[in-house]
Each structure stands twice: as structure tokens, then as C-alpha cells.
């Protein structure tokens, strides 16, 4: 945690809200925050398709507010907000898959969800900060490298299209309602806390599973590159944002500087765990169809604008996220 990310002046005291708050990210943040002093409220609907688990939050349940409850309903949201002065807008529906197989309910969570927080944040609350976590899955297939957000989006999935919305929604609201509205892109965020038990929220974690069950890693294609970032790099430039409200409502990219090829991953992994094995296989009919090939983002605009850079090796993160897993893994299959 760097400390330019987390004044405690800031934090000691503010009132939170998170969406999606026993999620991946959103947990790490809820745990961070309360560390700072913050008095945060954390909501989630604990649906078990989107990675909610309240063990995410074990050891913190007295020292936060937890409500289970959907953002769709606006009631329950408009007594929530109303008195936050930080809003961390983490809840979606991520698995790009689903989104093509059920593209009504993605429809649902990444956008009627988000346009009815808006209204909420609207009629109760308009002071809020608002920060939302979007994807870099909004570009579709990279035409240059490191993509940078003059990138035209082109997304390749119902996921990404909804994505893209929502950033809309927040745009509009921060141009014609005074809104204060910012958006990050996200690259694959990895780290303590992610989802293992399928791959709908990042393929790592279910190769995590597998190394962790002595199964072959399954490695589609292999050539593939990617970048990553630790979760505590994006807890600082989700905190960072939400203290820098001179940074308009235009998104910005995370990314790394350090990237890596799927197989070359995999083994790394392998490494670090100290056994197993991979198997690399035909990618599949069906992902081939939404795969993204090649990517990596710059965060160049990001880094102007805050000073922001990630500060964590890929190899650590590897170490740590295993490392967490190997005494936790019951609680995450």
C-alpha cells in the first residue's frame, strides 16, 4: 500500500458505500478502508454466479455495515447513499460468456442496475464521488498496442457493449447533472480473494483451482499476451481517484508495464507453486468467437493526471495470490 494512495487524513472518518463489496476488489477496498479508519457500508446481492463471499470479509464483519441487497433496488440504495460522501461502483456481472448466452440479465446488472444507482445518486445524494469500475473489454481486438483510450471501442461481446454503456450513463450524468463521475478501465486484476471456482471472473483463478487440485492447467491457445495488475495497485488508483475529484468524468486506463504470453504464464506459475503441469489445448469455438487476441493498456493518461504507476511484480502477485490460496482454498471451491 503506498501511502500517497491512502492518506489517512483523507480517509479517517468518510463515509463509504461500495457496490459489490464481498467481491474480489471490492472487499480488498472495504478491508483497506477500514483499516484508514473509514466507515464503510458494502452491498451486495451475494448472487453465487458473480463472486460475492462474505468470507472475503472475514475478521472485518464487526468493523463495517454489510447489507445483502440487489443496487436494482432503489429503494433500499436511496436510504444507503443518501448520507456517503464516496461512492465505489464495483457491482457487475463480468463473465463475458454469460453475457452471450443470457444477455438479458447482463443487460439488467451492467446497465438498467447502473442507470438506477445514477438516479439514486441523483435525487438523494449529488455530492457523491463516484468511481466505476469498468473493462478494458470495451475496445474489442486491439488495432495498436498498448491500447491508450483514443482506442475507438468496438467491443466484441453483449459484456462489453453493456460496459460501455454504463461509462456513457456515468458520462451523461456527470455533464448534465453535475455529477462527480470517474471511470477506470481495468485490466486483468489479480490477487487474494479472486474467484477460483470457474473462470468467470478471470481464467487465473481456475488455473489456481487446478494447480492447487494437482489437475492440469488448461492453457487455450498459449501465444496470447496480456497484462496484469495486483489488486492493491488498483485498490491505490481507485483510492486516488476518488480523492483526485479534479479528474473528469473522460475514463482512464490501468495496465502494466510488464507483460507476459499465456503459456509463459502458466509455466511461471508452475514455478512458483513447484509442480504441475500444463496442457495446451485448441481454443474453444465458442470463446475463439469474443477472444480479444493479443492486449495490453497504456495508463499513460492515468499517470498524468494522479502520478499513479502499479508497483508490484507480476512474479509477487503469482507468490502472494498462491500462497493465500493454499491456506484458503475451502473457502473458495
Not at 491457445?221 to 491505490?236: E, H, P, S
Amino acid at each position: 500500500m503506498n501511502e500517497q494512495y491512502s492518506n489517512r487524513s483523507f480517509w479517517e472518518g468518510r463515509s463509504v458505500l461500495i457496490t459489490g463489496g464481498a467481491g474480489f476488489i471490492g472487499s480488498n477496498l472495504a478491508r483497506r478502508l477500514v483499516n484508514l479508519g473509514s466507515e464503510v457500508t458494502i452491498v451486495d446481492s451475494l448472487i453465487s454466479k458473480y463472486g460475492g463471499n462474505l468470507y472475503n470479509l472475514d475478521g472485518y464483519e464487526s468493523r463495517l455495515k454489510i447489507n445483502l441487497c440487489d443496487i436494482r433496488d432503489t429503494s433500499s440504495m436511496e436510504a444507503l447513499l443518501y448520507d456517503k460522501s464516496v461512492l465505489f461502483n464495483l457491482a457487475g456481472q463480468t463473465s463475458h460468456l454469460d453475457s452471450m448466452t443470457d444477455p438479458y440479465t447482463d443487460l439488467e446488472i451492467n446497465c438498467i442496475a447502473q442507470l438506477t444507482l445514477l438516479e439514486s445518486c441523483r435525487k438523494v445524494n449529488p455530492l457523491v464521488r463516484i468511481i466505476f469500475a469498468s473493462t478494458r473489454q470495451i475496445y474489442g481486438k486491439p488495432e495498436f498496442l498498448p491500447v491508450s483510450e483514443l482506442h475507438k471501442s468496438s467491443p466484441v461481446d453483449i459484456n462489453g457493449i453493456h460496459k460501455l454503456s454504463a461509462e456513457l450513463y456515468h458520462s451523461i450524468y456527470s455533464k448534465f447533472h453535475d455529477l462527480s463521475t470517474c471511470t477506470l478501465r481495468l485490466t486483468n486484476t489479480i490477487g487474494p480473494r479472486m474467484r477460483i471456482k470457474d473462470d468467470r471472473q478471470t481464467f487465473l483463478g481456475i488455473w489456481i483451482r487446478r494447480l492447487l487440485e494437482d489437475e492440469p492447467i488448461q492453457v487455450w491457445g498459449g501465444t496470447q499476451i496480456r497484462d496484469f495488475n495486483d489488486v492493491d495497485d488498483v485498490l491505490d488508483a481507485l483510492m486516488l481517484a476518488a480523492m483526485s475529484e479534479n479528474l473528469d468524468a473522460q475514463p482512464y486506463n490501468l495496465g502494466s508495464k510488464e507483460v507476459v504470453n499465456l503459456t509463459d504464464l502458466a509455466n511461471q506459475l508452475i514455478r512458483i507453486h513447484g509442480s504441475g503441469k500444463l496442457n495446451l489445448i485448441e481454443y474453444p469455438k465458442t470463446r475463439m468467437k469474443i477472444d480479444i487476441g493479443d492486449f495490453y493498456s497504456s495508463y499513460d493518461r492515468f499517470q498524468d493526471a494522479t502520478s499513479w504507476q502499479p508497483k508490484t511484480s507480476l512474479y509477487s502477485t503469482l507468490k502472494r495470490t498462491l500462497d493465500y490460496y493454499k491456506s484458503n482454498l475451502p473457502a473458495y471451491i
